[in-house]
């Protein structure tokens, strides 16, 4: 070992006393050394010097990254997460109006075995339901009050765009299941925006 | 009892609160680990950035075995580790960081020398120093974060601090 190796060696001792790593013998050696070597307790100071500038205050991030940490975690956030509550409560629910506007209409076709075709017939019900209702709604708009009636009108004309927007991505992938779901919500939304139209009307009748 | 175990389970069910709680509270550590590791405050935002992204995404991982805040060091060193491979920066040399201060005040340049000398001290012996020098982590919580044992902990850091003595020897006394 040469001197710089045993310079270093010593160090580590040194360092390990200051952290009060050292019991028994080797606690015994250093103390010795210590009493005896005005170099080793300078060496001692320097090394506790050493760790309290270390120890010294840094300052935080240059800004604060909450932000974007939080933009990428939601970025992340696996669609499927989100999206699967949200399907099946929507498909429940598609099932449940489905089967409300049957009671109002012919029975929708049977069923097919796969899921897209389940939804392709949601869909053709919807439609078909919509339409039965469109002549009755109509009706319905007119008996209302003028600022309900426009209210009335921006919302038909809002689901009435989506749902071209959503057919119109549907020509592009027609097996695309979420594709249907969307679309069959928007048709859901539509139906209830009907049925309000028509039981507000009948209430209207009724009270007058 | 870990002082995080309430947050943590709440960022679990994906609390975004409960996840800026954490970060608030560790962002200081964790990014002083990052900036004495790689002496680069831009490099340490980011390690620190993706140290809490990744604990974020990972936290359904963490199962209370360790304090959230030595899991999320553990997390913290592999950014850093991974980030100065990445860059595959050189250390910097501690002459040029010499010739690059002029005459600041004796603590301040000693500091400046600390992190230059830091940065040529192998991987493991930067991490022990800055765990428990800086963030005065104890050599249990430092171990489990690096996967070595406390007694390699241990030796590592009076290694490091016998390096760190011997480069630094000569400016630690003038400025003494």
Redesign the interface.
């Given at each position: 070992m040469n001197e710089?190796d045993e310079?270093?060696?010593r160090?580590?001792?040194l360092?390990?006393y200051v952290?009060g790593?050292l019991e028994g013998e080797a606690l015994a050696e250093v103390e010795a050394l210590l009493a005896s070597s005005e170099a080793a307790r300078a060496?001692v100071e320097?090394?506790r010097?050493?760790?309290a500038?270390?120890?010294?205050t840094?300052?935080?991030?240059?800004?604060d990254?909450?932000p974007?940490?939080?933009a990428?975690?939601e970025a992340?956030k696996p669609a499927n997460d989100d999206a699967r509550p949200w399907r099946w409560w929507f498909v429940g629910a598609a099932a449940a109006v489905i089967a409300f506007v049957a009671l109002r209409t012919p029975a929708p076709p049977p069923a097919k075995p796969t899921l897209s075709a389940q939804l392709a017939d949601a869909r053709a019900a919807y439609a078909a339901a919509i339409d039965r209702m469109a002549e009755e709604s109509d009706a319905a708009v007119a008996k209302l009050p003028e600022d309900v009636r426009q209210q009335l009108v921006v919302s038909l004309a809002q689901v009435d765009r989506a749902i071209r927007e959503a057919e119109a991505a549907m020509s592009q992938a027609p097996e695309d299941p979420f594709g249907h779901e969307a679309l069959l919500a928007l048709y859901s939304e539509k139906v209830r925006i009907l049925e309000a139209v028509i039981a507000a009307a009948e209430l209207k009748e009724e009270a007058s | 009892m870990d002082p995080d175990a309430d947050l943590v389970e709440q960022a679990r069910r994906g609390d975004?609160k409960a996840?800026?709680q954490l970060?608030?509270r560790h962002?200081?550590a964790v990014?002083?680990y990052a900036?004495?590791s790689t002496g680069r405050?831009?490099a340490?935002?980011e390690i620190?950035?993706d140290t809490?992204?990744r604990a974020?995404?990972g936290v359904d991982r963490f199962r209370g075995g360790s304090k959230f805040s030595t899991w999320l060091f553990s997390i913290a060193v592999n950014q850093t580790r991974t980030r100065l491979a990445k860059d595959a920066r050189a250390a910097v040399p501690l002459e040029a960081e010499v010739e690059a201060t002029t005459t600041p005040e004796p603590?301040g340049w000693?500091?400046r020398r600390?992190e230059a000398a830091l940065a040529t001290l192998p991987e493991g012996y930067r991490e022990v120093?800055?765990m428990h020098?800086?963030l005065?982590m104890p050599h249990e919580e430092i171990a489990e974060a690096r996967n070595c044992t406390v007694g390699t902990s241990?030796s590592q850091?009076?290694?490091a601090?016998?390096?760190?003595?011997?480069l630094?020897g000569d400016e630690?006394?003038r400025a003494?």
């Open positions: 710089r310079d270093l060696a160090l580590e001792v360092s390990a952290d790593d060496q320097e090394l010097d050493l760790k500038l270390a120890a010294e840094s300052t935080g991030p240059s800004r990254l909450w974007a940490i939080a990428e975690l992340s | 975004m996840m800026e970060y608030r962002q200081g990014y002083a900036l004495r405050p831009d340490a935002d620190t950035q809490f992204v974020f995404r603590t000693l500091r600390l120093v800055v020098d800086v005065q241990k850091l009076h290694k601090r016998a390096k760190l003595r011997a630094l630690h006394e003494r």
